[in-house]
């Protein structure tokens, strides 16, 4: 399966990458060879095949609804690129 | 002193005929004098790791003994250590010290042994040849040309080389097993949700696993013994009663099963691996073994499943880095979306941005159930695969990969090349099944890896039928020359 450059440029921003046009030119074959690879998936026939998301068929545990962790803004804050007063700071989001 | 075994070292430390502090400085020795060179660790931690081996000797002196107290281990950079750096050999973490600790590391401490550093790694653990790290390259101590595998390639280097007693790995897809096979170690992926997730920075959470790697299949048991365990702080935790790891190793191979799937030795088996891995398994079968063909008939398509729900899962995961709260912030950011693009684009390597892009794809509405929905169908085939076979043989046995440790820079561009290198070990990850790779002969001097896929929480029995293999042949004794 070969993706167009407008494709490249959809998933990269679904993804959040930005991308240059020598990424996307750098991307396209590698991208493609991989997906290509994928599609051998197809010549299996799985009608009727549940899928199977959990290698163990585990169930999601549950536990009590008690307070287990304390907050620890400073801690977590020590490591934010810029936060300060308790606040991370980000460019501008409304004018 | 670093020619000694696990299980060896126990002893020398309970008899005092070595300290902890002794065996620690000649380990950090040797991480430095070969450093350059190899490239194995991405921190060592000089400090610490002298702290931690005199707290200790006074131990070991109060006769307060585990099985791992006063041994020195390497760590792979994936597991977050509280006060130490934790990379995951991403640019992305380069700055970021983890506030907390994994339950994995933390399960080390409390059995008194010793850090001696983090292990260099695949970008995120997404590689097969430890060439995706953005702390570079690391060496094949058999061939410094030669790659050592992946991800967990520091620590199969850092063990290949003897630079630590034990190291720890994740294996998402091979990335215990085949960096064990191409530096000549023993290493084992235990079962899906044997040992704890949490503090493990996640790849892929369905698939990712830790586990030991070392010098002997004893002494996997030894540092499995100290990991495995429930842990309610990870949700895919299995919750079963706790399992003495050595508890099989003495016994007899009389009467073992050994499932060899055809498909494993077809015509893309180099002929030479063949033989090795053949004369193996012969081993086994002079000891009262016997062999059973078996069929795994989607072997052929895990590789294509696996490709989908990796990434997709990594493309989840990975959202998390958005240069907000910690890790890598571009600079100037003109607004929001510019901050998360470049802060993303700049901090994440080739390989790592190339997977996030497959996985979004194939999460995308357009692609969802062609692709991933399909992917986790066949998932479920190849467990079901694996069920029926172990219906009548208690492992199985193959080469771990197709070929031997393969030169730096050859496989780079060619992604599926890359891929295939774990042919036969990404099926048992996709089924959570437990795998490990022991060492089973050279060809032209470069090491094989025999893998041996056991049933759910079979490991036990896994250990000791590698073990006995250990004890008939001294192929996990080979060192490379220059690191004897």
Known sequence: MILSDTEIRKIAHLARIEVSDEDVANMQPRLSKVLTMIEHMDSINTDNIAPLSHPIDATQRLRLDEVTETNQRDIFQSIAPNADHGLYFVPLVIE | MHNYTIAELRKMLDTKKISSVELTHHYLKRIHQYQSSLNAFVTICDETALKQAADADKRIQEGRIEALTGIPMAQKDIFCTQGIKTTCGSKMLDNFIAPYESTVTQKFLDAGSVMLGKTNMDEFAMGSSNETSFYGAVKNPWDLECVPGGSSGGASAAMAAQLAAGATGTDTGGSIRQPAALTGISGIKPTYGSVSRYGMIAFASSLDQAGPMGKTAEDLALMLNTMAGFDPKDSTSIDRAKIDYTALLNQPLKGLRIGIPKTFFD??????????????????????????????????????????????????????????????????????????????????????????????????????????????????????????????????????????????????????????????????????????????????????????????????????????????????????????
Not at chain 2, 314 to 326: A, E, K, P, Q, T
Not at chain 2, 402 to 409: D, L, Q, V
């Open chain 2, 267 to 484: 015509e893309r088996l180099d002929k030479q691996m063949a033989e090795v891995i053949q004369t193996a398994i012969k081993v086994f079968e002079s000891q009262g073994a016997t062999l059973h063909d078996i069929e795994l008939p989607h072997n052929d398509v895990a590789t294509a499943a696996y490709y989908v729900i990796a990434p997709a899962e990594c493309s989840s995961n990975l959202s998390r880095y958005d240069g907000v709260r910690y890790g890598y912030r571009c600079d100037n950011p003109k607004n929001l979306l510019d901050l998360y693009q470049r802060s993303r684009a700049e901090g994440f390597g080739t390989e790592v941005k190339q997977r996030i892009m497959v996985g979004t794809y194939a999460l995308s509405s357009k692609s969802y159930e062609a692709c991933y929905l399909k992917a986790q169908k066949i998932r479920r085939l190849i467990r079901r695969d694996f069920l029926t076979a172990f219906e009548n043989v208690d492992v199985i046995m193959g080469p771990t990969s197709p070929t031997t440790a393969f030169k730096i820079g050859e496989r780079c561009q060619d992604p599926i090349q890359m891929y295939l290198s774990d042919m036969y070990t990404i099926a048992v990850n996709l089924a959570g099944l437990p795998g490990m790779s022991i060492p089973a002969g050279l060809i032209n001097n470069m090491p094989v890896g025999l893998q041996i896929i056991g049933n759910y929480f079979d490991e036990a029995r896994m250990l000791g039928v590698a073990h006995q293999y250990q004890l008939l042949t001294d192929w996990h004794k080979k060192v490379p020359e220059n690191f004897k």
